[in-house]
């Protein structure tokens, strides 16, 4: 039985756009902002969210490719999935050991984690979209 690709909804894409956004703007205004930060200390964090929001689209990606039969090598995967588990303890190991109040430390970790969920959401939706725009086409 073969199931019909559908399109991802409007309010969904736009959802997902807007989580993806709000958690990467408000992580860096933070950093931005964070006056008793030093540059090396911002740029570490920086690196640490692009690194995941990278890293995280990867695994979906391998994951989505294997469910679809799109072959994965079991490197890039094993890969896709160590780097998202190891800036997940860079942050959290950084912000362990920061000289920031607790509040501050929610603030970076669920920013990164919108940032996150953004990020898988919109990739997500953009392969969707490919896909039912796909189907859609008439066959020659």
């Not at 991802?8 to 894409?13: C, D, E, Y």
């Not at 756009?17 to 964090?45: R, S």
Request: net charge neutral; glycine share 6%.
């Amino acid at each position: 039985m073969e199931t019909k690709q559908q399109q991802p909804s409007s309010a969904f894409v736009a959802a997902s756009w807007i989580a993806l956004l709000a958690g990467m703007v408000a992580y860096n205004i933070g950093l931005w902002n964070a006056a008793t930060m030093q540059l090396n200390e911002k740029g570490y964090y920086f690196t640490v969210l692009m690194f995941g929001l990278f890293a995280a689209v990867s695994v979906q990606k391998s994951v989505r490719d294997q469910m679809e039969g799109v072959p994965v090598t079991a490197i890039y995967y094993g890969l896709s999935w160590f780097s998202t588990i190891l800036c997940i303890v860079l942050l959290t190991v950084g912000l362990w050991n920061a000289d920031l109040t607790k509040s501050e430390k929610g603030f970076y970790a669920m920013s990164f984690v919108l940032a996150v969920f953004g990020a898988i959401a919109v990739q997500k939706n953009t392969r969707d979209a490919k896909l039912f725009r796909n189907e859609e086409e008439p066959k020659h």
